[in-house]
RNA sequence: UCCUCGAUAGCUCAAUGGGCAGAGCAACCGGCUGUUAACCGGUAGGUUACAGGUUCGAGUCCUGUUCGAGGAGCCA
């Protein structure tokens, strides 16, 4: 038995070889049975042609119901007309084995609504484009570790289980532990702090958890989050490594998943653009900027990018009102973004509204050294980070200023007494990153099990 | 937490001003040698989210509840 995945199939026109999997699909035209049969690496159809099989194949093929288990085995011929992943190669089937016949499968080829798709979350996933994305993820996921072990890092875990907040803002999901309570992960960041005077440079890389009631698509209670730190790092240099990471990222998933992407239907010419260097704008400049697009939207003018090319979703200019020292919000950011034509960074935002450990500017300190990058088309903030403050004084005076308790963070001051060095690190969404490259609507659909607000099933 | 919208067949939706509950897909039966979410003919499929109210009469109007979607705030 020559067992051949699909993706390779076109490596064995001429063959004979077999395929095990499910019915994706199914269209019986008299003589005629056309199987679009997936093993996971894609989509093949296998034609059954009446006089060519025994009556029982015949009759197991025309009346299979979609996601029946089977294995296939026939000739593998090159055809135009062949749909399927990669498509253009089909199965003129000789035999064919049931392995198990499914009961009548709840997801359709027609369209269906949200609430139902992810109430059968585990059967959605076998879907293409649900296939194609959570494929990207595998690739990103991927392209991370291979580009920051390429870079020096080092993989150092940080604990989910967590004695307190890290940035007393946001919240967090409480747990029992024992006679105590525990909360779960926002940030691996401050353990990664300890990590850089070990090694150098480390990153984290793990689920993150935010009990934060939020119900757009940029948001999940539990998402991945990788988390580089790196030591003898100013914010100039952080942007730049953030710059050529993202870029790795970008371009690996347009090498190796390109079949997916075309699945998908993204226009990858917007992906290719991905390459450094990305703008550069201050939390200063970018204040002007939005204050001048809400002024023309106003005026009733149309306003356009560097390219001349008019922007594509208009926001309510009602929404885009802000004023020095105000933090953005999602409207802003989608405005912003529109006017490039790559991830755009925004240095320099007001000390006040980001944590305590961001370094000010020494020479004006209302703003700090921090950076968002804003990925275009509208999928938000993908990287937070910042330099840190590295003087163990001003670190204390940062802590009392947001009313936090020293007490829990005697070991991370801990780390400006014995040998503190300037450092700097960020954090990647891997879902809003996913979401982007795929051109998806919705973050939910680049994690296999997504947690929501009002959805933890199944 | 707030704003907007929604809930009718397994799924996606329709149902004029309050007047017989309907279609497509899926399922089942039949037809067809190139289908691409095939097509054609047929069968079956309903406590209109839940509770109450108005009315001769409610899927439709009113009140409440539950659940869902999109957005805001917050964030990656």
Redesign the pocket.
Known sequence: MNVVPIRELARHVGETVTLRGWLY????????V?LQVRDGSGIC?C?V???NVSDAVFQAAD?L??ESSLIVTGTVRA?A????VPGGY?L?VASLEVIQRAE???I???????????DHRHLWIRSSRQWAVLRVRATVMRAIREWLDAHGFIEVTTPILTPSAA?G???LFKVDYFDDTAYLAQ?GQLYNEAGIFAFGKVYCFGPTF?A??????????E?W?VEPEIAFCGLDELLEIEEQFVTHIVQTCLRQNAEELKLLGRDTSRLERVVPPFPRLTYDEAIQTLQHIQAQLQAGQIVRRADGQPLQDIPDPS?LDITWG?????????ALTQLYDRPVFVTGFPTA?K?FYMQPYPDRPEVCKSA??LAPEGY?????GSERISDAALLEQRLREHGLPLEPYAWYLDLRRYGSVPHSGF???V??TVAWICGI????EASPFPR????IYP
């Open positions: 699909n199914r269209t019986a035209k008299g003589k005629l056309f159809q034609v042609f009446k006089p009346k119901p979609q055809d007309r062949a749909p399927g089909e003129d009548e499968y709840p359709g080829p027609k369209e269906h609504g949200v609430e139902f798709l992810m940035e803002t946001t919240t940030t935010r934060e009631r939020s119900k757009t698509r940029r948001h999940l209670t998402f989050m929404l105000m933090d953005f919000g999602s409207p802003h950011e989608t509204v944590a968002d990058l938000g903030e993908i990287i937070g954090g990647l969404g879902e809003r609507e919705h973050v939910r929501l607000l009002n959805r």
